[in-house]
């Protein structure tokens, strides 16, 4: 197995720890000052998934640079990405933090894509991220971010950053979607 491959797995095998720090209830402590309080727990979440949404262009870059694309990366590297988000998502919406609309439209959105995805990949097509297929994941991990850090440091001046980049990262989620749709509707079949 090759290094970009490797550094995938890994993104992958990061998805349960990061649960694990946001679920399940074992106290580590919190830090506090002024009116802001975050749990240690929270912290390494908010850490490790800055880690692992970092390798995303990690392993695709090496892949390109090194020419080892194959076709296992191909399939492992959006699931990756997927199992990362989602499984922060639906964490986020058990703590209350996110709301379970914009969990479900982004969650969908990455069903409907990796559908045509495959549909493409039948037809030996490959689909490429689009412009707005980076600002979708741009938004998305800044707005996971400032969900697992508690809307750190916009809390401090009363600015409510997490819940305008929630709803900015869903209407980009949902264009980004139609975008990739009417780009290939060549690739749906109409029989």
Do not use: C
């Not at 290094?3 to 995938?8: D, V």
């Not at 039948?122 to 741009?138: F, H, I, N, P």
């Amino acid at each position: 197995m090759n290094l970009p491959n490797k550094i995938t797995l890994a993104r992958i095998f990061l998805v349960p720890v990061i649960m694990l720090f946001l679920l399940v209830k074992f106290d580590l402590g919190a830090l506090s000052f002024s009116d802001y309080t975050i749990t240690y727990n929270q912290i390494v979440a908010a850490l490790i998934f800055i880690i692992a949404a970092s390798t995303d262009g990690v392993d695709g870059y090496i892949a390109r640079k090194n020419k080892l694309v194959t076709n296992l990366g191909k399939l492992l590297d959006p699931l990756a990405d997927k199992l990362l988000v989602a499984a922060v998502l639906i964490s986020l919406v058990e703590m209350d933090k996110l709301n379970a609309l914009i969990a479900i439209v982004i969650i969908s959105r990455e069903f409907a894509v990796t559908g045509l995805r495959q549909i493409a990949l039948l037809e030996g097509k490959v689909l490429a991220a689009s412009a707005w297929g980076k600002w979708k994941t741009a938004t998305q991990i800044t707005m996971i971010i400032a969900l697992l850090i508690n809307n750190f440091p916009f809390v401090l001046i009363d600015f409510p950053f997490d819940i305008i980049v929630s709803w900015l990262a869903a209407a980009i989620t949902v264009y980004s979607g139609i975008d990739y749709f009417v780009k290939n509707k060549h690739l749906i079949p109409v029989q």
